[in-house]
């Protein structure tokens, strides 16, 4: 088993920043893919970034591009996503989540982001 912890949410203006983290435990991750996901009001859940532990290029939506950073500190099991330039439009829940056989088996929690116009 996997446990996803998030870390980080909060309250921001449009225009700031914020990091989320998120630490793993349990089994070996090193063959696994982590990645941040979203879920606003009234939507689906929907993918953000992605990468991968042994590493190699990570992957983000076309709504992030250019704004949110994600990275990984194998030693301490942690994934990070910076996020800078907030708009209103990523206020959501975020959530992290690990792979299993190409499969998002693991999730965190999630914590929440608001952005304030």
């Known amino acids: 088993q996997v446990q996803l912890v998030e870390y980080g949410g909060g309250l921001v203006q449009a225009g700031g920043s914020l990091r989320l983290s998120c630490a793993a435990s349990?089994?070996?991750?090193?063959?696994?893919?982590m990645g941040w996901f979203r879920q606003a009001p009234g939507k689906e859940r929907e993918f953000v970034a992605s990468?991968?532990?042994?590493?190699?290029?990570?992957y983000y939506s076309d709504s992030v591009k250019g704004r949110f950073t994600i990275s990984r500190d194998n030693a301490k099991n942690t994934v990070f996503l910076q996020m800078n330039s907030l708009k209103p439009d990523d206020t959501a829940v975020y959530y992290c989540?690990?792979?299993?056989?190409?499969?998002?088996?693991?999730w965190g929690q999630g914590t929440q982001v608001t952005v304030s116009s």
């Open positions: 990468i991968s532990w042994s590493g190699g290029t990570p």
């Open positions: 349990g089994r070996t991750l090193r063959n696994n893919v």
């Open positions: 989540a690990a792979t299993n056989d190409g499969v998002w088996e693991f």
